[in-house]
């Protein structure tokens, strides 16, 4: 045999390790009795609680009702078990840039022009995210007007299975240093709650680099109370009429399993019965609507029967701003996603991810840029308008060709509080698959704007400081890396970052999401703060859709406690106390 035929057996015998070890993973994940593939269901069925939607909400909600009822579940993706584009750190984004439609991630492009996502696999968002774990702070819980005890009791109960202190590498403690340097202080150590300063943040991810996702909290659940379907795509709420001046009433679902065959879930007679939807932010003011609660005109147009005039539904739509700078680094820096935030004191959070070029996918040998590849949709070298899939694929091979060298580095990004500008969802079809239509307005509001400014500012010190010096190159005396200032489709720190050219300009030409995106059924606008939908009876919203504002520095702690929490708020009145 020749030397390449040697060579090729023994990768083939390597990437059949990898593999097997990838997929091995699989072998001590909960293997869930009450989990079943949607074709399988009856075709009519009956229960206590129906929540649709098993994302980072729905689990620990269904997971808790359980206990002391009969609960179904309906998520429209599969299983997130033994699929390593998911499980393994490593692997962040090979999720995101899978545009099949059996991947875990459903793309969708805001008018804005902004390339996003959306999870469409148990667990939610928590499978596709870059697992930073951060509680809200104390004026948050106390605004939303939360019974601050049992939330500190639910984020204890999440945190219990899913979140871990992380292990912080040279540079992410260079970044850390740099942010006390540049005077965001004090230094909190390492801590789930948010305060002014410079933390260490929990994470999803273990020190093997597994992930833990809202899904294993089922595992908390009583298995003859729940059922789990998979490639359970809800198409409507059922609502009646009791009398002729009664409210609405919700009293089941229509959803269709993998094949397209419908069924038909409905709840047992029984005065405390609900449907729950936590369907996500674009999900459930999306299924509100094409279940005919929304605004009157929007659903006459979609030939949608009316039951309920409801104006605000889908509205309040927000998507957190963020803007990043690439840092290229004369030496290697170890793969990290977010570990560490600066709390700054004017409204912007600053955070960091490296080693994106030697994150290799386990299954795949196509190259990763992590949490900033044009793969994934970040594209923030042209301005959001222009980002379209032949500009992604330019960049895309611009990078495939580029030295692995030159891409050694990290990110440092900044994602404002709030925020302020907000926008609208809408129907584009009545087809539940179908990705609604969503603006974001970013930095409509000129404060956003200058959380942005103050925000890159202040990264730019941080690259200067004293503590990052070994982790950045002295751009004049390099004049292959000016050259790649100029060129590359990512953004470098001297590329936009001259006294020429406003901060505000690039705040707006770079903008991406962090995927913090909220809003649609906001609380006392659609729905009551106990998240019971206003105008109709047994039907609640529970998921990141009823935030006005982003919790924490990033949101995922708060979705996952809100479902535990309103799990056991319900199960209280459910038992009249
Ligand atoms: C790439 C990425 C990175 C992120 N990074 C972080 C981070 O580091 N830290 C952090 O705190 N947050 C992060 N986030 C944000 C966080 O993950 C989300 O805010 C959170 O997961 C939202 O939870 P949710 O329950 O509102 O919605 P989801 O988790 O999206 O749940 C909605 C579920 O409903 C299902 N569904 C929708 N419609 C239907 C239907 N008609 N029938 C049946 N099922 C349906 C969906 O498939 C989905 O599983 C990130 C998000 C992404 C996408
Ligand atoms: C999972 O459990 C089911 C029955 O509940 C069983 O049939 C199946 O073999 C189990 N699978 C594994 C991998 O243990
Ligand atoms: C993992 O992601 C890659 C790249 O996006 C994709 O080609 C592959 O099919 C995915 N694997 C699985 C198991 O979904
Ligand atoms: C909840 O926990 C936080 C610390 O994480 C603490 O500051 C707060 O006082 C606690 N609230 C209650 C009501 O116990
Ligand atoms: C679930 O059912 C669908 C439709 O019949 C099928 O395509 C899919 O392979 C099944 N998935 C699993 C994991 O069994
Ligand atoms: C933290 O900073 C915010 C401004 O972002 C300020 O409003 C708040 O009072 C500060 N909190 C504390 C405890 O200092
Ligand atoms: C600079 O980059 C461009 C585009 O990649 C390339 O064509 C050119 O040869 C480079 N110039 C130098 C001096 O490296
Ligand atoms: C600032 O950047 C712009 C765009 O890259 C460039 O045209 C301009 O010459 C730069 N100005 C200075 C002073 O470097």
Not at 43 to 64: E, K
Request: aromatic share 10%; proline share 6%; net charge neutral.
């Amino acid at each position: 045999m020749s030397t390449l035929g040697w060579w090729r057996l023994i990768y083939a015998a390597f990437a059949g390790f990898l593999l097997f070890h990838g997929f091995s993973a699989s072998e001590n994940a909960p293997n869930y009795s009450f989990m079943h593939n949607a074709t399988s269901a009856p075709f009519l069925s009956y229960y206590d609680y129906i929540v649709v939607g098993g994302g980072t909400a729905g689990c620990p909600l269904a997971a808790t009702l359980s206990h002391l009822a009969n609960v179904l579940l309906l998520e429209r993706g599969g299983s997130p078990y033994g699929d390593p584009n998911i499980t393994k750190l490593v692997n962040f984004g090979a999720s995101l840039s899978d545009l099949s439609p059996w991947s875990p991630s459903q793309r969708f492009i805001s008018t804005d022009g902004v390339i996003n996502s959306r999870a469409r696999v148990l667990g939610g968002g928590s499978c596709l995210n870059a697992g930073f774990y951060t509680r809200a702070s104390p004026e948050y819980i106390r605004q939303a007007g939360w019974d601050g005890r049992l939330v500190n009791q639910s984020y204890e109960w999440v945190e219990k299975l899913v979140a871990f202190e992380p292990h912080l590498g040279h540079w992410q403690s260079a970044v850390r240093n740099g942010l006390l340097e540049v005077g965001v202080v004090p230094f909190n150590g390492f801590t789930f709650d948010h305060i002014n300063g410079t933390k260490v943040g929990g994470t999803i991810f273990d020190e093997q680099g597994n992930r833990h996702t809202a899904a294993d909290l089922l595992e908390y659940a009583n298995p003859r109370g729940l059922t789990v379907l998979l490639y359970a795509t809800v198409q409507k709420i059922l609502f009646r009429f009791r009398g002729r001046r009664s409210r609405p009433e919700a009293y089941g679902v229509i959803f269709r399993d993998g094949s397209g065959i419908e069924h038909r879930a409905y709840l047992k007679y029984g005065f405390k019965n609900e449907i729950i939807i936590s369907a996500g932010a674009l999900g459930s003011p999306q299924l509100l609507m094409l279940s005919g609660v929304g605004p009157v005109a929007h659903l006459k147009a979609h030939n949608i029967p009316v039951v309920l005039d409801q104006p605000l539904v889908g509205q309040g739509m927000c998507d957190n701003p963020m803007n990043a700078v690439f840092v290229p680094s004369p030496i290697p820096v170890e793969v990290s996603l977010i570990e560490v935030v600066g709390i700054t004191h004017f409204g912007s959070y600053i955070e960091a991810a490296s080693g994106e070029t030697f994150s290799a996918s386990v299954t795949t040998t196509s190259r990763n840029y992590g949490m900033f590849s044009p793969k994934i949709g970040q594209l923030s070298t042209v301005p959001p308008k222009q980002r379209t899939p032949e500009a992604i694929a330019r960049a895309v091979e611009y990078l495939d060709n580029l030295d692995q060298a030159a891409l050694q580095g990290g990110f440092i990004l900044e994602k404002i509080m709030g925020p302020i500008s907000t926008g609208h969802l809408e129907l584009q079809t009545r087809n539940p698959d179908d990705n609604p239509s969503v603006t974001f307005n970013y930095f409509q509001h000129p404060l956003d704007l200058q959380r942005c400014v103050q925000g890159i500012q202040t990264i730019g010190k941080i690259v200067e400081s004293e503590s990052f010096s070994k982790f950045r190159y002295d751009y004049m005396s390099w004049p292959g890396l000016v050259n790649m200032t100029e060129h590359s489709p990512i953004n470098l720190l001297p590329r936009h970052y001259n006294s020429s050219i406003p901060l505000e300009t690039f705040c707006r030409d770079t903008v991406m999401t962090i995927w913090h995106y909220h809003g649609g059924c906001q609380v006392s606008r659609v729905v009551d703060p106990d998240y019971k939908v206003l105008g109709v009876e047994a039907l609640r919203v529970i998921d990141g859709s009823t935030f006005n504002y982003s919790p924490g520095t990033n949101p995922q702690a708060t979705v996952m406690m809100l479902g535990r929490y309103m799990g056991v708020k319900i199960l209280r009145e459910r038992l009249g106390n």
